[in-house]
């Protein structure tokens, strides 16, 4: 049973953290367990997370900054420095043990505009550690994904939608208007050699001809005028005929 809750609880957090994506928040990653015991002994309840980018967390006082669930006590959001773990400015949003995804998104973003007054630092408790376990695993199964066999595992749905959603910003960004600016942006050579290595990792990891046609235009109008921005626009181009195929 422990096993089965912690994969159920990895699919509900998939399914927050698909909410936040879809709201444009820097989500890296999720993570989830069962009933575990501390290195004190201490026992445990069922607990999921929700990591963000490091340049995220620094917005709010750097440090540790991750959205937390725990069976007994719904989600929270912390920050923590150093070894505190996550008490030092956690706020809990008191919305019940298991919040719809986007009732979670709607507190991270009252967090971001004023932290100090959402939410409550005082840790409600729903139901009671340890028990009712038969209960919260089904209390968890409308998370589960509609494709099971594909998406069994929490990390590899996580993963699918994390790609989604950051091709999706992507191909906005590129589309946001044919009468796009320029912008004055000095790079050193090396500095530009380190983003097309990046661009060539992503399209390793993610092969779709949005990174390779980006990074070909950065490349070809290295040192040029700002003419050549115009001149070397395949990505744009791309972008723009993806979005005229959409229904």
Known sequence: MSAELSRRA???????????????LPVTGIHSCGPWRDTDG????????????????????????SLHWAATSGWCLYTAMGQDRYLSGVRWPQ??????PRLVTAFVGAFRLDPAK??????PYYRQEGQDFPFLLDSLAPYLPAQPCVFEEPQIRFAELH?????????????????????HLY?????????????????????????????????????????????????????????????
């Open 163 to 183: 790609r989604r959603a950051y091709e999706k910003r992507v191909h906005r960004a590129l589309v946001s208007g044919t009468s796009d600016s320029l912008t």
């Open 42 to 65: 201490e026992y445990l309840d069922v607990e999921a997370g929700i990591s963000f980018t490091q340049a995220f967390q620094d917005q709010y006082g750097g440090g540790d900054c």
């Open 118 to 123: 959402c939410g409550s630092i005082e840790q």
């Open 187 to 247: 790079l050193r050579q090396g500095e530009l050699t380190a983003l097309l290595h990046l661009l060539e990792y992503a399209e390793s990891t993610n092969p779709i001809a949005l990174n390779r046609l980006l990074a070909a235009d950065l490349s070809a109008r290295a040192g040029q005028p700002p003419e050549a921005a115009e001149t070397h626009k395949r990505a744009l181009q791309e972008a723009d005929h993806r979005r005229r195929q959409e229904p």
């Open 10 to 24: 990895g699919h509900y957090a998939a399914a927050v953290a698909e909410r936040l994506l879809e709201a444009d």
């Open 95 to 100: 919305a019940g043990p298991l919040p719809e």
